[in-house]
C-alpha cells in the first residue's frame, strides 16, 4: 500500500446530470445546456486537481464509462483502510452499473501495489463507499450514516472487515442522503456536521463522544453550498465556495481553505469529498486523548 496522502478522482468525459436520485439532482438545468455544463464540469474538476495537489496529495485519475455518470464520485465506490479496499454495493439501479468498472479500477490499484487486496460486502446489505462510512484519523474509529442509501448492517460489516469500532448514525433526511453531506471530521479534532440531518438518537451519540468545543455547527447556507462535503489534510481543507461563516469559523481554528467552484457537481448533490478517495488512510494507534483536548496530530 502507499503511504504519502493519495486521492482517487474519476475523469469528467462521461459526466453529465440525466437522473434524480437526490433531491439535489437537476436534470432538466442540465438539459438546458448539456455542452455548456459539460464545459463547465472540466474546468471544475481541473481546478479541483490542482487544488488538491496543491494541499499535498498525489492525485491518482482513473477513467469514468459511459452511461455512469456518477463515477465521478469514487467516494461511493469503496471503502478504504490499512490498504484494504471493500467495494461499494448500489441502492439505486442507476448506480449498481459502477460496480463492476470500479471492481476494475481496484484490481488495477491491487496489480500496482497502491492497495493490498479487495473484498465484496457480504450479501444483503447496501453499502454506498466513504461518502457513508468516514474514517476518524483523531479518533480511530469509522463514523457510518445508514438510512437514505447504506443500510445499519453494512456498518457491522465493516467493524468486522476491518477490526475497527464503526459508529453508526441515521441519518433523517433525503437532503443528507449520504453521511458526508452532513458530516466532517476534521484533523484537529472538529468535527464539522449539519444537526438536523440526524435522528436525535445519532445526535444524542455524536455528542456524546464529541465535546462541545470540538463540535462545529454548519448552517443550512453552509450544507448548500456543499461546505461540509470537505477534503482535509493537516491544516488544509479543499471545499466548494464556501459561506463567511465557515470562512471564519474555520480560519480561527487555523485552517487554511482552498475553494473551488464545484456548481457542476453540485447539480448532482456533491461537492469536494464525494468527488474523491482517500487510498492511504491507517488505522494507526488509536488517539482518543488528541481528541479530547483537540491537538491537531491526524491527517
Ligand atoms: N448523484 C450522486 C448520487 O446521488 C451524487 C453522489 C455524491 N456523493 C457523495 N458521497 N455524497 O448518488
Do not use: K
Amino acid at each position: 500500500m502507499i503511504h504519502q496522502p493519495t486521492i482517487l478522482l474519476v475523469e469528467p468525459t462521461h459526466y453529465d446530470v440525466s437522473y434524480s436520485i437526490n433531491p439535489w439532482m437537476d436534470p432538466g438545468l442540465w438539459a438546458s445546456d448539456p455542452r455548456g455544463m459539460h464545459r463547465n464540469a472540466v474546468a471544475s474538476f481541473e481546478s479541483l486537481h490542482a487544488a488538491l495537489q496543491a494541499a499535498g496529495f498525489t492525485v491518482e485519475i482513473a477513467p469514468g464509462a459511459p452511461g455512469l455518470p456518477d463515477m465521478v464520485f469514487p467516494a461511493n465506490a469503496a471503502v478504504v483502510l490499512d490498504g484494504h479496499a471493500v467495494l461499494a454495493r448500489f441502492r439505486y439501479p442507476q448506480r449498481a452499473g459502477e460496480e463492476a468498472p470500479f471492481a476494475r479500477i481496484f484490481e488495477g490499484l491491487r496489480e500496482r501495489g497502491l492497495i493490498d487486496s479487495v473484498s465484496l460486502l457480504p450479501e444483503g446489505c447496501y453499502q454506498e463507499g466513504a461518502g457513508d462510512c468516514i474514517w476518524d484519523a483523531v479518533r480511530g474509529h469509522f463514523w457510518a450514516g445508514f438510512g437514505p442509501r447504506s443500510s445499519r448492517a453494512a456498518a457491522d460489516a465493516m467493524a468486522s472487515h476491518f477490526g475497527r469500532e464503526v459508529v453508526a448514525l441515521e441519518l433523517a433526511t433525503a437532503q443528507s442522503y449520504h453521511l458526508d453531506v452532513c458530516f466532517c471530521p476534521l484533523s484537529g479534532g472538529e468535527i464539522l456536521y449539519y444537526p438536523p440531518a440526524f435522528t436525535q438518537d445519532a445526535l444524542r451519540i455524536l455528542r456524546e463522544r464529541v465535546p462541545a468545543s470540538l463540535r462545529i455547527e454548519a448552517s443550512e447556507d453552509d450544507l448548500r453550498h456543499f461546505s461540509v462535503n470537505a477534503v482535509n489534510l493537516h491544516d488544509q481543507v479543499v471545499m466548494t465556495r464556501t459561506t463567511p461563516h465557515l470562512r471564519a469559523e474555520l480560519g480561527q481554528r487555523g485552517y487554511q481553505l482552498r475553494e473551488v467552484d464545484l456548481s457542476p457537481y453540485m447539480l448532482s448533490g456533491g461537492g469536494a469529498y464525494c468527488m474523491t478517495l482517500r487510498l492511504d488512510r491507517t488505522s494507526g494507534p488509536a488517539r482518543a486523548s488528541a481528541a479530547a483536548d483537540g491537538a491537531a496530530v491526524a491527517a
